[in-house]
């Protein structure tokens, strides 16, 4: 499993994903978090669940407050928390037995990526799933 960053590698992981856990969605639609969980709900089939300890509810779906909370393991973790929360969500994400994690633009963190590789992760940094998903695959 590899550190993915070209557009066919991109485009097999979105297209093998069935569900994406959304880790620190926010109830804010001012938030990128909302905005793409809204796009997500609107143009994909993905079954998603919502992480965030803070909100109980969003789009009138739960929202769970860890990932060991969630009813099912999701393919892919997609994640809206801050570079220093990375490690710690990489770990639950392993622990849960995800296949995928996926920083948002602007998080990197080199060591938690390459810790999720060695457990066998796909993972995909510095990028936004609204915006590959829809130049990758939606056209």
């Given at each position: 499993m590899?550190?993915i ?6 485009r097999?992981?979105?297209?093998r994903t069935q ?5 620190g969605?926010?109830?804010n ?6 905005t793409v969980?809204?796009?997500l709900?609107?143009?994909t089939?993905?079954?998603l669940?919502?992480?965030n300890?803070?909100?109980?509810e969003?789009?009138g779906r ?6 060991d909370?969630?009813?099912d393991?999701p393919?892919?973790v ?9 490690a710690g969500?990489?770990?639950?994400s392993?622990a ?5 994690v996926?920083f948002?633009?602007?998080l990197?963190?080199d ?10 992760l796909?993972?995909?940094q510095d990028r936004c799933?609204?915006?590959?998903f829809?130049r990758?695959i939606?056209r």
């Open positions: 590899p550190l960053d070209d557009n066919d590698g991109l097999a992981l979105l297209r569900s994406v856990a959304v880790v969605v926010s109830d639609p001012r938030r990128p978090s909302h969980t809204r796009y709900i609107d143009h089939d993905w079954t669940w919502f992480v300890p803070t909100v109980d969003l789009f739960p929202v769970y407050p860890s990932l909370a969630l009813p393991v393919d892919m997609d994640v809206f928390r801050r570079t220093e929360h990375l969500v990489v770990d639950e392993i849960i037995g995800a296949t995928s996926w948002q633009l602007g990197v963190d060591v938690a990526a390459t810790r999720a590789v060695h457990a066998g796909d993972v995909v799933l609204e915006i590959e829809a990758l939606r």
